[in-house]
Structure formats: structure tokens, C-alpha cells
């Protein structure tokens, strides 16, 4: 499929998915959003662009392979869950830590948060795995 | 020290034993071999105590819901186990060390026989049958491994298969006799099954608890009629053939008979099933080792009878019976292990282990002639090595049998008459007469390979010699362990000149003339064979295996048919015919629908859903459906929103974009709709789908009316920020309070995705 508007649009439109996942993932624990809406976009960025510049293209501008994206988003849920051991409560304890306590821009970071890119990151990668080998020719 | 300590440090060592090639070299097996010394040197000290009356038991938690704890419990049988395992796994460790250097992954062979030698360790000091029966079955795998080492050869992997179905059926019977056996007691720690033995003995579950162990103690054991797979595992190396496969793991079956001797043991059913089977197996194993060519599989019939002849002396379980058990079963262990490390070496000197092929081999290896010599000496039971000391209270025990009597002598002497020839035979037709020229030059075998032999025919010496001082301390306490109540028969070389000293001339001069007329012999055995014995067990079981295979083959083929369209209607059909059974025998639905409070917009939209859907089913091309399938998707997407479920919404619209674009890219890939499906089928689907349909209807009016306790959401909406600092509950649920349920769902959508890659890289491969 040899497109300019759809190849203009996915190089353009790409990144800003990428960060809206991003902020889609993040916002996910107060107001709608999620790991797993997020890593449904990141993947769907990468399809757009695979749609439009076919997937061996695809793959070459990004850094890493599908299949090693969804091993490494399992991982990080599954060691999300070793900081409550260290702690001394229940594998996969939620716990809390806040950076910039007082000052106006008060970050709170948990381990639900990595438990959730964790979840983004197989998502994304499961998916991308399966749409590139179908699309692939 | 203790014994849960040198379980897990062999256990451990077995898993790094592979690691360790590169750093040890040719010096893993002398290092390895520290191992088991040390736990060698940590029983020897135990015995005193042990001797002087006392028990060492050891207890860690395990499952503690299901009241079961990893629990050691060693007395002197356990001791006298511990000792053979570990004193000979100390040779055979040094001795494989140096027998596998000319083979690949040596490394994972040394960690193999760790492995066995730490879960053989474990079943003799269990002090609980759970635990013992894990360990049981701990010695099967490894079995399996070892026996299938020379992976690449099929007859050593159909060897493997067979001895790992044969025990491992046996260890399922096993394992239900043991579930048995806990049932009057409540527990399954040995100890409290000792102290009151009547409760099952009297139980109705006593008949099935004793078929069922029996059944996993003799398949273990190799007796008749499962014996055929002692044999087979000779394709193991010749290190495994020494270890396993004649002095420790098939021994774990006779072992387990002894320990369970004072529990289950002094009925009539007992002492009939054992000494049938025992004097049944002792008798076919000696008689086919007549015939046998190869080293190897002449030693492991031997080892066949000697198994036997351990269970019928259980079985008989006299005073003179359990004492010569003990005797037979340390002399057995200490000139089976040296003769199969011995016919290892001669097959590495020699090239072959065919006895036809080989003689004159003394002039190359006096050193090695002389080891053997010495242990042939003790299995053909004659002075002074501990060999004769066992055969004497065999016979001992055969002569105040107390059923028939004359049966079992005749049998008994029919076997030791085997044994003395066989001796002979492997000794003169081996080392002596004329050499019939070899490849290359046989060489002495190197120290290392002949040490092991070495230091167990002096053991058997010393202990010949020395049957007061050295061999009494050690046994006295096994024999009380298996039969309490027993004393230890004074061990002693000189009887005087009685009944049983004529029997072992007898014995021996038959022997000898046995061997002065073999060609006769073999000849006469061999017609025999071929006349009344020709259908061999290995070749029907493995026919039977085929059979099976073919069977469920045929099976399988018929439920796993391929066509996903029809797993998905089985699957359809099946789920939505269960729930309509339920809601046919449920309270009829009270509905109330009211649909004037429904807004114009939504209904609007509802009928854009059931237009998108009728235009679906009615589509003549693949992609129109599939586009209105994603319109239905859309429609109600905007349900969602308008009931504002927007996380909902948001995965809704993703799902459906992306389902469009998956199916599109599958489209392309699929051939024109050439053949439309018939009347019959449609209307067939039609029904199944209204069926599935119809109840997901049911089932969502039902879940709006009925209520239930109290709605766990209630509970999320409370803590999911009090407790989660989240405000979004779906996503606090998913990533906190469920957190290890979406892990396992991201687990499975992960290996469903690797399974569809692997599938499409094959296909492509493929074509």
C-alpha cells in the first residue's frame, strides 16, 4: 500500500501516540486509562506506521523486536511485585512512595504504576507481534 | 550434619553439576565424590547410637494445610541403607568420572547420577510415606534420564520409555496403597504406623493397601512378571548398571517390603504373594541368564534372581529368613556393583562385552582378573567372603522354611547351582583360554576405574572374615528394624559339618559341573527357551504401548478434528445448552422493561446496531460483514459511553479498530468466497446462534434484577482510594487488588501470541 496521505499522517501522528499512550498509562489510576488501553495505543502507532511503510520498515525504526517487548513487559510485572517482599508484606503489596513532598508538583509513584507498564509493555507487545507476523509478506 | 542438610546439598549439587565441567575438568568425579563420603562418614557415626537403642528422626514443615511434613525417621535398616548408597556412590562417582570421558555432556551425566543418588537417599530415610513415595518417584526420572543417556540410539530410548512406564505405573499403585494405608491412622508418618500396626492389618482396606504396594514394590524390584525392563535398562552406561540397576534403586522395592514388614507383613496373604512372586522371579532370572551372551545382561538376570530371592526371604520371614535377607541384600549390593564396574572396564579394554568374543584377557589385566575373580567368588558363595556367609543362612533359612519346605530348597539350590556356573563361566570365559584377537591390545583399565571394584570385594573380604567384629555391628540393628522381635543371628564363617555345608557342596561341585558340560547346557536351555518361552515380555508390552498409541491416535483424530468452525459450535452448543438447563429449572424471570425512560439517541443507536447486525449475516462478501460487525462494535461502544462506563469505551473502540485491521489483514490472505454454505447449515447455525444469543439475554435481564448478598463493588469503591491512592476504580482493581489475576491473563494473551507467531513462522517456513 503505497499511500502519501496515510504515510504523512503515520510519521506525524506516530510520536504523538506514543506520548498520549504514555499519558494514558499514567493517568489510568485516577481517571479513565490504563495499562492496558495504553499499550493498546502504542501498539496501534506502530500498525499505522506498518500499514503505511509495510513492516520490515517498521521494524527498522524501532529498537526492538516484539517478542522481546513482551517477555520484558512480563517481567516488569512480575518483579513489580519484589519491592512489598523486601518490605515485608504479601508479593504484590502496593507500595507508595512520594517524590517532592509539599512543593506544587507532588509526584506519587507506586508499584501498581510499574505493575501497569508492565501491562503496557506486553500488551503492545503482544500485539505488534501478532499483527507484524500476520502482515508480513 | 543432619540428613535434611545432605539432601539438599546433593540435591544442589546435582543442579550445578553441570556448571562445574569446565572448572573441575577430569577432577569432577574425585570432587563429587566428597559428597557422599561425607555423608558416608555422618551415618557410620549415627550407628553406635543407633545399636545402643536409639532413633534419629528429623521433621521440617512442608505442607503444614495438609498436616504433612518433610519428616526423616532413620533406624538401622535405614543406617544400613544409607551406607550402601553412599559408600558405593562414592566409587561410582570417581569411577564415572573417569568411564565418561570419552562421551559429551559428562557434566549433566555426574549431575544425573547426583541426582539419583540424593532422592535413593531420601526413600530410605523417610520418615513419612508421602515423602517417601516423592523421593520414590524421584528415582524413576532419574532412572529414565540415565537409562536414555546414549539419547541418540533408539534402542536405549525405547529402554528408557519402558522401565519409566513400568515403575511409574507401579508408582501410581504405590502412591493409591499409601492413601490407603493413612486412612485408619489419619497420618502417614511412618513412626505412628510402626507403633500400632493391627489398625490396618485388621482394616477391610488392608487387601487393596497390600495389592497396590505390592504392585509398586515389585515393579520397582523387576519381579516376574515385570522384570523385563532390568534387562532393557542395560543400555544405560555402565556406571548406571552398577549404581542403579543392581545395588540401590532396584533394591528401593525390597526395601520398601522390609520397612513395611512390621506394618503389613505376618499375614498368610503376605508371606503366600511374596514368596510366590519372590521364588517365581528368583527361579526365571537365574534360569534365563543361562542363555545370555552380553556381560551386562548376564548380571542383570543374576540381579533379576537376586531380587527374588530378597522378597521370598521377606516373604518367609523367619528369624533365619530377615537375617539372611540383611546379609544377602549388603552382599549382593558389594558384587553386583563391582562386576558391572568390571564388565564396564572390559568393554572399554576390549571393545566388546559379547562372551563369545571374548577369553585370554588375564595376561593383559592380571590386577583387574584378580578383583573380579574375588567378587565372582562371593557371588558363587564360597569361603571366605561374605558371600558364603549369606548363602549359608539362605539355605539356613530355605531348610526351616515352614511351608514347603523341599520346593523352596530345591528351587533355591536350582539357583545357587546357576550362580556357581555362571561365576565360572565369567570368570574362565573371560580371562582365561585362548584370546581370539582383540581390535587393539587390551590394556589394564586405569586405577581410578578399578578402585570402586577394588575397595568393594575388600569390603566383602573383611567382612567375611571379620563377620563378629564388623559385619554383626552392622546389620544387627537392620535386622530388628525389619522384624522387631527378631534377634541377629550370630554371624559365623564355621558351622560345622551339618545339612547346610553338604547343600553348598552340592552346590558348588554342580556348579563346577555345569560348567565343565556348558555347551551342552546352553544348548539344551536354548531349545527350551525357544520351544516353551519365545514370546518375549519386552517385545508384548512394547506392542501393547503401540497398540495403545495407535488407539488414541485414532481418538484424538476425531475429537481434535481440526476445523475451528466446529470447536467453536461444540463449544457454543455446549456452554449455552448448559445454562439454558439451569434457567429451565430456575424460578421463572419477573421482568419489568420499561422502555419509555429510554432516550430517542439510544434507541436511534439501537437500531443501527440490529440493522449493522442483519446486514452481517446477510453479507455477500467477507469484507461488508466484517465491516458491519464493527459497526455493531461502535454501537455499542456508545452504549457505554452514554452509561458512562468510558475506560469501557475507550478499550471498546480500540478492540474494534484493531479487530478490523487483524481481520482485514487475514482477509487478504483467504481465498474468494467461492461456495456458499447450504440451507441446512444455515439454518443450523441460525439455531445456534439464537441459542447462544437467547441465553446471553437471559443471563444479562437477570443479572440487572437479581441480587445478590452484598456487591463486592461496594467494598472497591470504598478502598480503592483509602487503600490504593486511585481514584479509578476498573484500573485499581486490575493493577492493585487483582493485580496477580491480570498477571496471569497478560500471561496467557502473551503465550496465545507467541503461539500464533510461531505458528505463522512455521507455515512460512513450510511453504
Redesign the interface.
Known amino acids: 500500500m503505497e499511500s502519501v496521505l496515510l504515510q504523512i499522517s503515520a510519521r506525524r501522528l506516530r510520536p504523538l501516540l506514543v506520548v498520549l499512550s504514555l499519558v494514558v498509562l499514567y493517568r489510568g489510576h485516577n481517571e479513565p486509562g490504563g495499562g492496558f488501553i495504553g499499550g493498546l495505543m502504542l501498539g496501534a502507532s506502530l500498525i499505522l506506521y506498518a500499514m503505511a511503510f509495510g513492516v520490515r520498515k517498521t521494524q527498522e525504526s524501532i529498537f526492538f523486536r516484539p517478542v522481546a517487548l513482551t517477555a520484558i513487559g512480563l517481567l516488569v510485572a512480575l518483579l513489580s511485585g519484589l519491592p512489598a517482599l523486601l518490605a515485608g508484606h504479601v508479593y504484590m503489596t502496593g507500595e507508595w512512595i512520594t517524590l517532592f513532598t509539599g512543593s506544587l508538583l507532588e509526584l506519587k509513584l507506586g508499584t501498581p504504576l510499574l505493575f501497569d507498564l508492565g501491562v503496557y509493555l506486553a500488551v503492545a507487545g503482544m500485539l505488534t507481534l501478532v499483527m507484524f507476523s500476520i502482515m508480513e509478506e | 550434619m543432619s540428613t535434611g542438610l545432605l539432601l539438599l546439598v546433593l540435591f544442589l549439587l546435582s543442579g550445578v553439576a553441570p556448571l562445574t565441567r569446565r572448572v573441575l575438568g577430569n577432577a569432577a568425579g574425585w570432587v563429587f565424590a566428597l559428597f557422599p563420603l561425607g555423608g558416608f562418614v555422618y551415618y557410620l557415626s549415627l550407628l553406635p547410637g543407633i545399636n545402643a537403642g536409639a532413633l534419629v528422626t528429623e521433621r521440617f514443615a512442608w505442607l503444614p494445610v495438609y498436616d504433612l511434613d518433610l519428616s526423616f525417621y532413620i533406624d538401622g535398616f535405614s543406617i544400613l541403607f544409607s551406607l550402601i548408597v553412599l559408600g558405593i556412590g562414592t566409587f561410582i562417582l570417581v569411577y564415572a568420572g573417569y568411564y565418561m570421558r570419552p562421551y559429551p555432556m559428562k557434566g549433566r551425566f555426574m549431575g544425573y547420577l547426583v541426582f539419583f543418588m540424593a532422592s535413593m537417599l531420601g526413600v530410605v530415610v523417610s520418615g513419612n510415606l508421602i515423602t517417601l513415595f516423592v523421593f520414590w518417584e524421584l528415582t524413576s526420572i532419574s532412572s529414565y534420564l540415565l537409562i536414555g543417556y546414549f539419547h541418540e540410539k533408539p534402542e536405549a530410548r525405547s529402554a528408557a520409555l519402558q522401565a519409566l512406564l513400568i515403575t511409574g505405573f507401579g508408582g501410581l499403585a504405590l502412591l493409591g496403597g499409601f492413601v490407603l494405608m493413612g486412612i485408619p491412622y489419619g497420618t502417614y508418618e511412618i513412626q505412628a504406623l510402626l507403633a500400632d500396626p493391627g489398625l490396618i492389618r485388621d482394616s477391610n482396606l488392608y487387601l487393596p493397601a497390600l495389592l497396590l504396594v505390592l504392585a509398586g514394590a515389585f515393579t520397582k524390584s523387576a519381579q516376574f512378571p515385570f522384570h523385563f525392563w532390568l534387562p532393557g535398562a542395560m543400555a544405560a552406561p555402565s556406571p548406571v548398571s552398577a549404581f542403579l540397576h543392581s545395588a540401590t534403586m532396584v533394591k528401593a522395592g525390597v526395601f520398601l517390603l522390609a520397612r513395611l514388614n512390621p506394618i503389613m507383613g505376618g499375614t498368610e496373604l503376605w508371606y503366600i504373594l511374596l514368596s510366590a512372586f519372590g521364588a517365581a522371579t528368583m527361579v526365571a532370572g537365574a534360569w534365563l541368564s543361562i542363555t545370555q551372551t552380553d556381560l551386562k545382561r548376564i548380571l542383570a538376570y543374576t540381579t533379576v534372581s537376586a531380587l527374588g530371592t530378597l522378597v521370598l526371604l521377606i516373604g518367609t520371614g523367619t528369624q533365619y529368613a530377615i537375617n539372611a535377607m540383611i546379609i544377602f541384600l549388603v552382599v549382593h549390593a558389594l558384587y553386583k556393583g563391582t562386576l558391572f564396574m568390571m564388565a564396564g572396564n572390559i568393554e572399554k579394554v576390549s571393545g566388546t562385552r559379547d562372551i563369545t568374543r571374548l577369553g585370554g584377557l588375564f595376561p593383559f589385566m592380571p590386577r583387574a582378573a584378580v578383583i573380579m575373580g574375588l567378587a565372582l567368588v562371593s557371588m558363587a558363595g564360597i569361603p571366605p567372603l561374605l558371600g558364603f556367609i549369606g548363602k549359608e543362612l539362605i539355605y539356613e533359612a530355605k531348610v526351616q522354611a515352614p511351608n514347603w519346605r523341599f520346593l523352596v530348597i530345591a528351587a533355591s539350590f536350582f539357583t545357587n547351582v546357576v550362580m556357581v556356573f555362571l561365576s565360572l563361566r565369567l570368570w574362565f570365559d573371560v580371562f582365561a583360554g585362548k584370546s581370539p584377537g582383540y581390535a587393539k591390545p587390551p590394556h589394564e583399565p586405569s586405577t581410578a576405574l578399578v578402585l570402586g571394584p577394588f575397595f568393594l570385594v575388600l569390603a566383602s573380604l573383611v567382612l567375611g572374615l571379620f563377620p563378629t567384629s564388623i559385619a554383626t555391628p552392622l546389620t544387627s540393628s537392620a535386622v530388628l528394624a525389619v522384624s522387631p522381635g527378631i534377634e541377629a543371628v550370630k554371624l559365623r564363617i564355621w558351622h560345622g559339618f551339618n545339612l547346610i555345608l553338604l547343600l553348598s557342596a552340592l552346590t558348588v561341585l554342580s556348579g563346577a559341573l555345569a560348567y565343565r558340560y556348558r555347551h551342552r547346557l546352553i544348548a539344551l536351555a536354548e531349545k527350551v527357551n525357544l520351544r516353551y518361552f519365545a514370546r518375549e515380555f519386552s517385545r508384548m508390552f512394547t506392542a501393547s504401548i503401540d497398540r495403545f498409541l495407535v488407539f488414541t491416535k485414532r481418538q484424538t483424530g476425531n475429537i481434535q478434528h481440526g476445523y475451528h468452525r466446529f470447536y467453536m459450535m461444540t463449544l457454543f452448543v455446549v456452554a449455552s445448552l448448559l445454562v439454558w438447563g439451569v434457567i429451565w429449572r430456575s424460578d421463572p424471570l419477573m421482568l419489568e422493561l420499561d422502555f419509555s425512560q429510554m432516550p430517542l439517541n439510544l434507541v436511534a443507536v439501537v437500531v443501527l446496531i440490529i440493522a449493522a447486525a442483519l446486514s452481517a449475516v446477510m453479507a455477500h462478501s467477507r469484507l461488508i460483514a466484517l465491516i458491519a460487525t464493527g459497526v455493531i462494535g461502535f454501537g455499542i461502544t456508545i452504549i457505554f459511553i452514554a452509561f458512562s462506563g ?2 469501557l469505551a ?2 471498546m473502540i ?2 474494534e ?2 479487530m478490523v ?2 481481520a482485514v ?2 482477509l487478504y ?1 483467504l481465498p474468494r468466497y467461492v461456495k456458499y454454505s447450504g440451507t441446512g447449515a444455515r439454518m443450523r447455525d441460525g439455531l445456534v446462534a439464537t441459542l447462544v444469543g437467547g441465553f446471553m439475554m437471559v443471563l444479562v435481564l437477570q443479572a440487572g434484577t437479581s441480587q445478590l448478598d452484598t456487591p463486592i463493588s461496594e467494598f472497591f469503591k470504598e478502598k480503592s482510594y483509602s487503600e ?5 476504580v ?3 482493581i ?3 487488588f487483582r ?2 489475576d ?2 496471569g491473563e ?2 496467557v ?2 503465550i ?3 503461539g ?2 510461531s505458528m ?2 512455521l507455515t512460512k517456513k513450510n511453504s
Do not use: E, P, S
Open positions: 468510558v475506560d475507550i478499550t480500540m478492540v479498530v484493531l485491521i487483524l489483514a487475514v490472505h490504593a491512592f486511585g481514584r479509578n476498573v484500573n485499581v486490575l493493577v492493585d493485580a496477580l491480570t498477571l497478560i500471561t494473551i502473551a496465545a501470541a507467541l500464533i507467531f505463522i513462522r
